[in-house]
């Protein structure tokens, strides 16, 4: 969340920019970038889904203190997602419930990006 939150600070504006592949906290940097200066190449892929973090270990009131945490990710990570895809909070939620995949077309219509660069300015 680090370069997220950077990426908001900063004056300016951020491009973001899929080649290939953008998935996970790639594919939610994707979407963060500056309104209309989104992008993704015709063949991109994109991948969003819940917060998944593994490892988590020890006595069972530490798992449950560290299963809380991620709890508190998931619904801020989908909040920040929702906003700057334009999609309800409930679909951002049932959508990331399992990997979600999008095309570049896709993730246009979806909010994720603002064109598919399709040859370059």
């Not at 080649?19 to 993704?40: D, E, H, I, W």
């Not at 994109?46 to 203190?65: F, P, S």
């Not at 920040?80 to 909070?89: D, E, P, V």
Request: hydrophobic share 40%; aromatic share 6%.
């Amino acid at each position: 969340m680090a370069i997220y939150d950077t990426m908001q600070f900063i004056k300016p504006d951020v491009r973001t920019i899929c080649v290939g592949t953008a998935a996970s906290m790639g594919a939610f940097l994707l979407s963060a970038g500056a309104k209309g200066k989104r992008y993704a190449l015709p063949n991109s892929e994109i991948l969003l889904h819940q917060v998944h973090v593994g490892g988590v270990e020890g006595q069972a009131t530490d798992i449950e203190i560290a299963t809380k945490q991620i709890m508190k990710i998931k619904k801020r990570v989908n909040e920040l997602l929702a906003n700057h895809t334009g999609q309800k909070l409930a679909k951002i939620e049932e959508d990331t419930e399992r990997d979600f995949w999008l095309t570049a077309e896709e993730a246009k219509k979806y909010g994720v990006i603002d064109e598919v660069v399709k040859k370059a300015k």
